[in-house]
């Protein structure tokens, strides 16, 4: 999340720019745990991004 306790804005945009197709997912008032702290965005996002990038794998079905 963007106010993360652990990491700064600059230390994650340079860590994302080492990992290639990387989608950030940038949640305000979300601190180091989004799973915890913004649960429906983030499992919202991997959702999305199942469907996009895997969508042999997994039955559309069985995600709402």
Not at 1 to 9: K, M, N, P, Q, R
Not at 39 to 44: D, M, N, P, S
Not at 53 to 58: E, L, M, R
Request: charged fraction near 25%; proline fraction near 6%; charge should be negative.
């Amino acid at each position: 999340g963007e106010d993360d306790e652990f990491f700064t804005a600059a230390q994650l945009d340079a860590i994302g720019e080492l990992v290639p197709h990387l989608q950030r997912l940038r949640l305000a008032g979300c601190g180091h745990y989004p799973h915890l702290q913004a649960r429906r965005e983030v499992f919202a996002a991997i959702r999305d991004f199942v469907r996009l990038h895997c969508p042999s794998t997994i039955a559309r079905s069985a995600m709402p």
